[in-house]
């Protein structure tokens, strides 16, 4: 509850300084300094919260428990990793720096609610919280048509997604006359009315849209091509974990007992997802671009965590979400300092930057799922979830086919950067500093490969 508070205060202190501060390197470190203050926040309720005793607030609407301090925690320390690294490119996204980073503390106040939400009012406040300023984020950069084209669409899809959110959530209430995601558990699968389960596909339809899945993910690519590159990296990593959290816990908590009812519907969803990610991923020319179709591929591993109801897969959509997020905000942050976004664009890096060669060539491991990086044991969670639900196995043999097809076309950008000629410009010089944190990105995506137990120890 604390950070909740924290976070809103921070970010207001932040639009405050907007209005003190006359140039834009000092708005930076001042965001930097507060994300270590918000983290320091998120340790303390952490270390004061008993795992035996979750809390109940405000008439039960939030429920406190380790398990959501923990992935709060996570997330704040991700968000200042992504600070850390692409702190600079903010500063030159637009004018108003200072909203911009604002922006990004109401965020995780959005985050910290969908966390731990005991019902379904604050689950949709949490969704807005999080969705408005990321609106606003996407069409940042005044100077490019295509941030406007981005913010618009993600607007509009935004609003149609909260719509049948909204659908759903009243067609719940009306079958059971409660907003408390508890109270539905009271649902059995052979006395489930028609208005109970049309109300829980439409609440499933919503979140799939909020989590890029498909067929509801036709906004992702271009909102995330569109968007300037800063804020596409932390659309795609923190904001994503949260909308799978929230999805997680609604459909274990509530409506686990139901899950024969649902599974075959998201299965079919998932299935879609893998494919429509990562066969488009294999035919696009831009590596940003590349990566958003990645993202919905990535997004069809995660609601493996979903389908699979148990406890195994609570620990896969932790480790998912942190090590589907340092890779990708570590590839973006390289991303970010070259000219051309297209595979050829990397053609030489190895040559001129072999560091940087390096650390992403460790990124894409990851992303792609290869042993010893952070991404092989999130994927090794979720399939072990999946595997344990004992009925989905066709699932995981397709999951794993999937997994094969996303080894080409993140090797295609190793492939590119190591044995084809060329010389890569680079946009921003990289700096001793620049080089640190992505050695230290590069040790987190290793370390979680190594001791994902790292992550696990607090819940």
């Known amino acids: 509850m604390k950070a909740i508070i924290a ?28 994300l270590f203050i918000l983290l320091g926040v998120n340790i303390w309720d952490l270390t004061n919260t008993s795992s035996l005793a979750p809390q109940s607030l405000f008439n039960n609407m939030l429920r406190i428990d380790r398990y959501a301090l923990w992935f ?39 985050v910290y609610l969908l966390s731990c939400y005991n019902n379904m009012l604050i689950l949709f406040i949490g969704i807005e919280i999080m969705s408005i300023p990321q609106y606003i984020l996407a069409g940042s ?35 059971t006359g409660s907003f408390n995601i508890i109270s539905f558990s009271f649902l059995q699968a052979d006395h489930l009315n028609t208005l109970a389960l049309a109300g829980i596909l439409f609440i499933m339809i ?23 590159t800063a804020f596409t990296a932390y659309m795609a990593t923190v904001v994503k974990a949260a909308a799978f959290f929230a999805f997680l816990r609604l459909f274990q908590v509530s409506f686990g007992s139901l899950s024969s009812q649902w599974t075959l519907v998201l299965a079919i969803i998932t299935a879609a997802t893998l494919l429509v990610g990562n066969l488009t991923a294999v035919f696009q020319q831009s590596v940003k671009r590349m990566l958003a179709y990645s993202s919905i591929a990535q997004a069809g591993f995660m609601l493996f965590a979903i389908l699979a109801v148990n406890a195994v897969a609570w620990q896969g959509i932790i480790i998912y979400s942190v090590a589907y997020s340092i890779a990708t905000i570590g590839i973006f942050t390289v991303l970010m300092k070259l000219k051309d976004y297209t595979y050829d664009g990397f053609n030489g890096l190895a040559k001129k930057e072999p560091l940087l060669a390096f650390v992403t060539t460790i990124f894409l491991f990851s992303l792609a799922g290869i042993p010893l990086t952070g991404g092989f044991m ?21 999951g794993l086919l999937m997994a094969a097809i996303s080894v080409y076309y993140y090797f295609r950008v190793i492939i590119a950067m190591y044995f084809k000629e060329g010389n890569a410009e680079l946009h921003s010089p990289v700096t001793a500093t620049d080089k640190f944190m992505l050695v230290f990105t590069c040790l987190l995506v290793i370390l979680i490969g190594l001791f994902p137990q790292l992550l696990l120890g607090n819940i």
């Not at 968000?79 to 980073?101: D, N, S």
């Not at 979140?207 to 569109?226: C, E, I, Q, R």
């Open 378 to 398: 999130a994927k090794y969670y979720v399939l072990q979830a999946l595997i344990q639900q004992g009925h989905l196995l066709w699932l995981v043999i397709f």
């Open 206 to 228: 919503a979140l799939s849209f909020k989590v890029s899945a498909a067929p509801m993910h036709m906004w992702t690519p271009d909102v995330y091509d569109g968007s300037p």
């Open 72 to 110: 709060n925690t996570l997330m704040t320390g991700c968000t200042l990793l992504y600070v850390l690294l692409i702190g600079k490119e903010i500063q030159k996204v637009g004018a108003h720096v200072a909203e911009y980073f604002a922006l990004i503390f109401f965020i995780l106040c959005g």
């Open 141 to 175: 950069d005044k100077r490019n048509l295509k941030s406007s084209e981005a913010s618009l669409k993600y607007f509009l899809m935004g609003a149609f997604s909260t719509g049948i959110l909204l659908m759903g959530i009243t067609l719940l209430y009306g079958a």
């Open 7 to 34: 976070a809103t205060i921070l970010g207001i202190i932040m639009m405050f300084a907007g209005i003190m501060a006359k140039e834009k390197k000092p708005l930076a470190t001042l965001a930097t300094i507060l």
